[in-house]
């Protein structure tokens, strides 16, 4: 998401909770004696300046995604299939796709995978794959054992982490 989208979505998310706050009691009453008196509030005429500029601003929001896959073979192609489906998406403007596989989902990166040529021109298509270390390490697996193009983090999960934490990706868990 770039600077530009964030700002304004964090403006609009600012000017829904002033609005909501705006219609919260003055202070606290105990239930007999309930304060029912109404406190007058200003409200804003919403115009269709404003109307276009909030439809132009979700319609400009880029955003990452990062798929978590972690299971077998059989599941390989569907995991494929997700990270297609999203980059093939033309109502959802992407900035940057990533796969983090971990467990023995890791497999899915390997040169013997079933997906091999699907993971390649993905890769092709400006898709990033990452293999969780840990894993290849206990499916006793190299950087020799891998696609062109995957990148090795040292743990699959410390990733996934920092990708939503830090850089905004959003999560999705692809079978």
């Known amino acids: 998401m770039g600077t530009h989208s964030r700002r304004r979505f964090l403006e609009l998310a600012g000017t829904g909770t002033a609005v909501?706050?705006?219609g919260c009691s003055s202070g606290?009453?105990?239930?007999?004696g309930a304060d029912t008196s109404t406190t007058e509030t200003e409200t804003t005429e919403t115009t269709e300046t404003d109307e276009e500029t909030t439809e132009d601003a979700s319609n400009d929001i880029t955003m990452s995604s990062v798929f978590h896959f972690s299971e077998g073979d059989d599941h390989q192609k569907h995991a494929v299939a997700n990270v297609a489906n999203l980059l093939n998406d033309d109502s959802t403007d992407t900035e940057?796709?990533?796969l983090v596989a971990n467990g023995v989902g890791v497999k899915l990166l390997s040169t013997d995978s079933t997906q091999a040529e699907t993971v390649?021109?993905?890769a092709k298509k400006g898709v990033k794959f990452?293999?969780?270390h840990n894993s290849m390490?206990?499916?006793n697996y190299t950087k020799d054992d891998l696609?062109?193009?995957v990148e090795v983090v040292p743990a699959g999960v410390g990733e996934l982490t920092?990708?939503?934490?830090k850089e905004g990706y959003a999560y999705i868990k692809t079978p």
């Open 147 to 149: 696609l062109e193009g």
């Open 28 to 32: 606290p009453s105990d239930a007999e």
């Open 96 to 98: 940057t796709i990533a």
């Open 120 to 122: 390649k021109s993905l």
């Open 162 to 165: 920092k990708l939503q934490a």
């Open 130 to 132: 990452k293999a969780c």
């Open 137 to 139: 390490n206990k499916l």
């Open 20 to 22: 909501a706050l705006a």
